[in-house]
């Protein structure tokens, strides 16, 4: 066995307990003076939502009305809503408080489904936090060598991203912005709105209504997610290189010579062992243990395998490329060695290619200590180029991500500069080097009003980055299951974020949208468990001598043996006198198709409106002279300001040296 192999945890802590569970060890290890743990909540199953009941005002009402109504007409049933969960808030998880003094209670549970996730960025790790809230086992296999070993990304806007992460217990970390500013190159306003354009006294209702942005580094963003994992829940340096899908019928059934899946022809013999028969300590029952659905292949020659597998590896995810792949077989009855293996063709089943929008994006942050930086975003468009700016990071956010150059009170600024190359080949020889990215922005943009210059020429090189901006068509739901028809529907292998739905970055989504796929999936995963274990449990009733029935649904979570141990030790196991049924996830392909209907119901909208938006902020449309968004301008989308928080905006803007007044909106 590799010595990354999966070795599923057998542990789960009672509502009112907590602990570290070490994912290679089958032990329970609590820390020593843990202050607060954030665990699903049982009341609502992490769903964050509770069946309403029938209150006795609405009975009452429906009692008169069907007194009103002739007798042999009958009014529908009254019906139950849901509501969010009175003990959670609505959120699906908890948090508890640990005292050193205190003692914990933990629940042995026996074959724990596992989840292999490829790619550590902010999609996968709060994947594996929400599903590890929910006590099934989950591991992050990541290519980079460590946290910091590459960048992703700089910072985004927070927005559906926000409850996201509240479902799953991490605090928000970012700054806020106030207003939003858009300019001609010269510095001629062409719009504006925001918080701050409205008189706190006379537009109170208004401002309420008038959200604030909060932006979000996604470094920082990723180890509070990762600060929030069990530990060495990431593997760092693990480079996917393919996976092996064994069958739902092999599985069951034992591979036998009409059963051999896809790339089985690859597979060593000690892999082909789908199911093994165990016997109960003490008693004579037996019964067969499935093994692991999925065997993932890393490029270093290691293998492990998994009841599941989630490629949250990207806009150019590799475990997309696999899934939507087929490879011929090397003819009857043979098999070919690994080797030999990696020399045969994939033949691609891709419906959706990558898209090359026409446009590069270069990023950077920077210590700026102008006006209109400081808790506020501004652009600036000629039709052509585009700049953004936005806050990105404080002196305290700094110092947590270990970044050196900002003081008390100071803030540092983002900018993203888009401009348009045609040719693929161009744009991705001036990416490879930031002194070109550089000496292209600064001939563009040089002459521009304050502080771009400043912004451009004041960013260091290890800041600063740029690439090529692609997307995709969105997916069919259909194909993303069947894998354009190169795998079976029952595959228990799905994508999330970019790997799924990727996106231009102009609307502000691809972060925010992974998070919501993430909460989302960990819900369906666990569905999908809790009903396999009331089944397992069903099917082993006689096996236990206890009866199932007289316990309802909670029995699947409940009927296991009981330790108590005090906080700051570790103690090794017993093996259950219960003991599940074989398949972890029985039934998962079934709550993958509706997650995967969902996703892309829900992301398909987003992926259009970002391409959209790509186009009409390097056309002369976003120049129009609207107090809205850039976009909304160009489509002619106006938005209603005030004429005072036009005053308000040019007063601003004359106290800091940027006195031409705005073009006069058309106002609805």
Not at 21 to 37: K, M, R, V
Not at 225 to 235: F, G
Not at 527 to 542: D, G, I, M, T, Y
Request: hydrophobic letters at 35%; aromatic letters at 4%.
């Amino acid at each position: 066995m590799s010595e990354h192999q999966l070795k599923k945890p057998r542990m789960e802590c009672d509502q009112n307990a907590s602990f570290a569970l070490d994912p290679t060890q089958d032990h329970i290890s609590i820390p020593a003076g843990a202050q607060e743990t954030t665990t699903m909540c049982t009341a609502c199953s992490g769903e964050g939502k509770v069946m309403g009941r029938i209150t006795k005002r609405a009975r009452a009402a429906n009692r008169q009305a069907q007194q009103r109504k002739d007798s042999d007409t009958k009014l529908p049933p009254l019906e139950r809503t849901m509501q969010p969960c009175g003990e959670c808030n609505g959120r699906g998880v908890r948090r508890m408080r640990i005292l050193e003094s205190s003692t914990t209670t933990t629940r042995v549970l026996f074959n724990t489904p596992t989840v292999a996730i490829i790619g550590g960025g902010i999609g996968g790790l709060a994947l594996a936090l929400a599903l590890q809230q929910r006590g099934i086992h989950a591991l992050v296999y990541e290519r980079d060598g460590s946290f910091s070993e590459r960048k992703q990304g700089y910072g985004f806007t927070m927005q559906q991203g926000a409850a996201a992460l509240s479902q799953i217990g991490v605090d928000l970390c970012g700054i806020v912005s106030t207003s939003h500013f858009s300019f001609s190159p010269q510095g001629v306003l062409v719009g504006c709105y925001g918080h701050d354009m409205y008189d706190q006294r006379t537009n109170t209702k208004v401002r309420k209504r008038c959200k604030h942005n909060m932006h979000v580094p996604r470094q920082l963003l990723r180890l509070r997610l990762l600060r929030a994992l069990l530990p060495d829940t990431v593997r760092w340096g693990m480079t996917y290189d393919y996976h092996i899908d064994m069958g739902d019928d092999a599985r069951t059934a034992g591979l036998g010579a009409n059963t051999l899946p896809q790339h089985a022809d690859s597979v060593p013999e000690d892999s082909l062992e789908c199911s093994k028969t165990v016997s109960t300590p003490g008693t004579s029952a037996t019964f067969t243990v499935a093994t692991p659905a999925i065997d993932v292949r890393f490029k270093d020659g290691t293998s492990v395998k998994c009841d599941m597998l989630v490629g949250a590896d990207g806009i150019f995810s590799a475990v997309r490329a696999c899934k939507m792949s087929t490879r011929p077989s090397v003819g009857p009855g043979t098999r070919a060695d690994d080797a030999g293996e990696t020399k045969r063709p994939w033949v691609s089943t891709e419906p959706c290619s990558l898209n090359y929008v026409g446009l590069v994006v270069v990023l950077g942050y920077t210590r700026c200590d102008h006006p209109l930086v400081s808790r506020r975003i501004f652009q600036t468009l000629d039709g052509e180029t585009r700049i953004y700016a936005m806050p990105f990071a404080d002196h305290a956010m700094s110092e947590e991500l270990g970044l050196a150059g900002l003081s008390p009170g100071e803030e540092s600024t983002m900018w993203q500069l888009s401009f348009s190359v045609s040719d693929i080949d161009a744009a991705r020889m001036l990416c490879k080097s930031p002194d070109l990215l550089r000496a292209e922005a600064l001939r563009r943009c040089a002459t521009w009003h304050a502080p771009i210059p400043q912004l451009l020429a004041s960013t260091e090189d290890f800041a600063m980055s740029g690439y090529p901006v692609f997307d995709r068509d969105p997916l069919d739901a259909d194909d993303l299951r069947t894998g354009g028809g190169s795998t079976r529907s029952t595959s228990p292998v799905t994508l999330i974020g970019d790997a799924a739905h990727p996106m231009t970055p102009f609307k502000g989504q691809g972060a925010n949208q992974a998070l919501v796929d993430a909460v989302d999936l960990s819900r369906h995963v666990y569905r999908c468990w809790k009903s396999a274990l009331h089944e397992s449990c069903l099917q082993n009733s006689k096996q236990r001598g206890s009866t199932v029935q007289q316990h309802g649904n909670d029995v699947p979570l409940r009927a296991t043996p009981v330790k108590t141990v005090s906080v700051g030790t570790t103690i090794e196991h017993e093996t259950p006198a219960v003991i599940r049924s074989p398949t972890a996830l029985h039934g998962i392909s079934a709550h993958l198709a509706r997650f995967e209907r969902d996703m892309l119901s829900r992301s398909a909208v987003k992926v259009l409106q970002s391409r959209e938006n790509a186009g009409v902020l390097h056309s002369a449309r976003a120049l129009s002279s609207e107090n809205c968004t850039r976009a909304a301008a160009a489509l002619d989308q106006t938005g209603s300001v005030p004429d005072e928080s036009i005053d308000r905006a040019t007063q601003f803007l004359n106290a800091i040296g940027l006195s031409q007044p705005i073009d006069e909106p058309r106002m609805h």
